[in-house]
């Protein structure tokens, strides 16, 4: 079946101002509609649908730069960089909406040139690489190859900075020249830089991006750098983590609209794939109100940090009512109410981490209990002889309760319990006064208000 040409155009409407417009014609179109999305992020936002009258459609786009997904299902679409005040005008020809002709549009024809040009240079690395394959490192020609290789990088390299150059304020080379500028390693070998390679592209890793720009955040900009940067330039670790995610909030918080994406894709991010405790620190010290997150209400990560705000310093801790080693409930409420303090001690019997903790937890226990302290420990075993045979090889005298369930227990969800071992410390009225305490600060705390 032959398809006329479907066509995008600019139209003028109001009193002279340019407002881009897609418009198109499509005889004999099987789709009874368009989908236009919006890029938020990784997130791709549904924001009109666009129904063919005879072929014909006409759609005014949003009034908001970026990026946008045309489509007619999930395999058939084209991206495109749309803005109401910049001139566009594309065809589209026929039903395969990647088959365009870009009439006029600066940025698309910046996309989609860099685009073509970057599918050719990896083809020619791929065609290097699978001769590579093929050679062992003493061979003349693999080093030929491994040159010939630095080349083509080079002269990508070359060819969009040149782009980049000549076009310094579009909004291609916004959320473009970041990509490259990592990839080239931030500039290291043109800079000549004075100390190591590694040291010097983590210093200058953001140096490419307006954060004050909020409409990146209508694109896949940022989640993609900041994985990048997680993945190149931060330890694996606890510290490691809280140190990035610092350094990358204060970045982003040039602006509201960049802010709230960048913490909403920390959060996502950590709440999927841990470790929890780095999305606590998140929720503890940047997250403040869910109406920021507009686009991910219905995620979990949302729901997760509101139960994580309720266990926040100062909130109320919930309620507890666990069997001791004898089967007698013992309280949380009630405990809490009798002591000054409270120390609420989550462990197992087989956590070695656990282990190393009881022994400073036995002094303080032993020079505070006369002063208003109490420990009420939380076993998190499965095996009640494991749990009792550790009560009674630590000879433990403060409160031990177990519902002896492991990590299915309750209590594990009521309080967000994700590494053993984890102390809450609580006042008379269970009001959290400290959260994720070690031993000494523990300790430390007890001096400051006991004594």
Not at 44 to 68: A, K, S
Not at 105 to 119: C, H, I, Q, V, W
Not at 395 to 406: F, H, P, Y
Request: proline share 4%; with cysteine.
């Amino acid at each position: 079946m032959r398809y006329w040409l479907m066509l995008i155009a600019l139209v003028l409407v109001g009193h002279g101002q340019a407002q881009t417009t897609l418009r198109g014609t499509l005889p004999d179109c099987n789709f009874p509609q368009l989908y236009v999305h919006a890029f938020y992020g990784m997130h791709i936002v549904h924001t009109d649908t666009v129904p063919l009258r005879n072929g014909t459609f006409t759609y005014y786009t949003p009034q908001e730069e970026g990026y946008y997904r045309v489509a007619f299902n999930d395999t058939n679409y084209v991206d495109l960089i749309l803005s109401p005040d910049v001139p566009t005008a594309i065809q589209l020809t026929g039903t395969k909406l990647k088959e365009i002709v870009i009439e006029q549009s600066e940025e698309n024809r910046l996309l989609f040139n860099f685009k073509a040009y970057k599918k050719d240079i990896d083809h020619r690395l791929r065609n290097i690489d699978v001769q590579l394959s093929f050679l062992v490192e003493t061979d003349t020609l693999y080093h030929a190859l491994l040159a010939l290789k630095e080349v083509v990088n080079n002269e990508f390299y070359t060819y969009a900075n040149k782009v980049f150059k000549d076009h310094p304020n579009t909004y291609f080379t916004a959320t473009t020249r970041p990509f490259i500028h990592v990839k080239n390693d931030c500039g290291y070998a043109t800079q000549h830089a004075e100390m190591p390679r590694d040291k010097y592209v983590k210093k200058h890793f953001f140096d490419a991006i307006d954060f004050s720009n909020p409409a990146l955040t209508r694109t896949t900009l940022l989640p993609n750098i900041y994985m990048k940067y997680f993945e190149g330039h931060v330890q694996y670790n606890e510290f490691g983590f809280k140190q990035a995610i610092d350094i990358i909030l204060n970045k982003a918080s040039a602006n509201n609209e960049v802010y709230d994406l960048t913490l909403a894709y920390l959060m996502e991010l950590f709440d999927k794939v841990g470790p929890k405790i780095i999305f606590e620190h998140i929720v503890e010290n940047y997250y403040r109100n869910e109406s920021c997150f507009e686009h991910f209400q219905d995620a979990s990560f949302v729901f997760n940090a509101e139960a994580y705000r309720k266990l926040r310093i100062g909130s109320i801790a919930p309620d507890m009512a666990i069997p001791n080693a004898k089967g007698q409930i013992k309280t949380l409420s009630e405990v809490a109410y009798h002591h000054q303090l409270t120390l609420v001690f989550f462990w197992s019997s087989h956590c070695s981490f656990c282990k190393a903790t009881i022994p400073e937890l036995k002094k303080t226990y032993a020079a505070y209990k006369d002063k208003g302290f109490e420990i009420y420990a939380v076993s998190l075993d499965d095996d009640p002889t494991a749990w009792k045979s550790a009560i009674a090889e630590y000879d433990l005298e403060w409160i031990n309760v177990s519902s002896v369930q492991g990590w299915k227990a309750e209590e594990v969800n009521t309080f967000l319990i994700s590494k053993t071992p984890t102390l809450y410390l609580l006042d008379r009225e269970r009001t959290i006064k400290g959260k994720n305490l070690q031993a000494d600060t523990v300790e430390l705390l007890l001096r400051h208000s006991l004594e």
